[in-house]
């Protein structure tokens, strides 16, 4: 069951029939030193930001194989792609940005955690112009779809998706949704206000109101030819995913150490991901690590 106050939203969601518009935010690349240092301490894995980067580094680590080639669109400063990168150290990662003062934070965050299957590259990932048709064994991308100018951009970048990986390759695609109410949305940007630097919940509610919707989400997953599924909960669409059959070989491995760092959390985090996990759950989506 999901908790009181998630409940609460999605009784607002459910009985709200019109739709805010989608507002793109104001910077399309983040490279303002404060917004993007807000951004990247409130945003580390001991952050607010814990329950989202461990439900989908888990369900990035199920789409992998050892040996992968594996790239992360919009990777920013690299909290999620280092978390995932040292749980799967036989996979060789790229993380793809385009704001140079994001790849600068990520690459001083790569040498500091020492990850030496990590390397950067700076691209407008609805133009992957360095990468070859089907050279690359998966794909992920988390929370940041939504930076993207328009529809046009966010099917550019899945058509992208599909001319880059090998078939038989992995996806995980993960997003906000574009909220009904626009008490929903103030209700999830100010959720940790108190907790968090101003600038980063400023950046929260810009984000969840450039939000696509899901029939933008629907017509990109399209270009996917069958590759990857999409699942959006109907009744509170905060987030969605466009995720592929599971690949990894390393279940056994990986179970441990994800439920270690779940059973790090603090209570309120631990609510959070229960939230998270049953809000997939109820769109048909679940993993087997998490």
Do not use: W
Request: contains cysteine.
């Amino acid at each position: 069951m999901p908790s009181l106050a998630i409940a609460r939203v999605m009784l607002r969601e459910l009985f709200t029939f019109s739709q805010v518009e989608r507002e793109p935010e104001p910077d399309l690349v983040m490279d303002d030193p404060d917004k993007v240092a807000a951004y990247t301490r409130a945003g580390r894995v001991d952050g607010v930001m814990a329950p989202v980067y461990l439900f989908h580094g888990a369900n990035i680590l199920e789409i992998l194989k050892p040996g992968d080639r594996a790239i992360d669109l919009a990777c920013g400063p690299a909290t999620q792609l280092g978390m995932v990168a040292e749980l799967a150290p036989e996979v060789n990662f790229t993380g793809i940005d385009l704001s140079d003062e994001m790849l600068g934070i990520a690459e001083r965050y790569i040498q500091e955690r020492g990850y030496d299957n990590v390397s950067l590259l700076r691209s407008d990932i609805s133009r992957l112009q360095a990468l070859e048709d089907n050279s690359v064994d998966a794909v992920f991308s988390t929370m940041a779809l939504h930076h993207l100018p328009d529809p046009a951009h966010l099917e550019a970048t899945f058509r992208e998706i599909s001319r880059v990986l090998r078939p038989g390759g992995g996806i995980y695609l993960a997003d906000f949704a574009r909220l009904r109410s626009p008490a929903s949305i103030q209700y999830f940007a100010y959720q940790y206000a108190d907790r968090q630097p101003e600038l980063f919940t400023l950046d929260y509610l810009y984000s969840l109101k450039a939000a696509f919707s899901v029939a933008d989400f629907r017509a990109a997953t399209a270009h996917l030819d069958g590759r990857a599924r999409l699942y959006a909960p109907h009744v509170m669409p905060f987030m969605l995913a466009v995720k592929s059959a599971a690949r990894s070989t390393e279940q056994a491995r990986l179970r441990p150490a994800l439920a270690a760092i779940a059973a790090a959390l603090p209570p309120n985090h631990k609510t959070d991901l229960k939230d998270l996990k049953t809000i997939f759950r109820l769109a048909g989506m679940k993993c087997g690590l998490v």
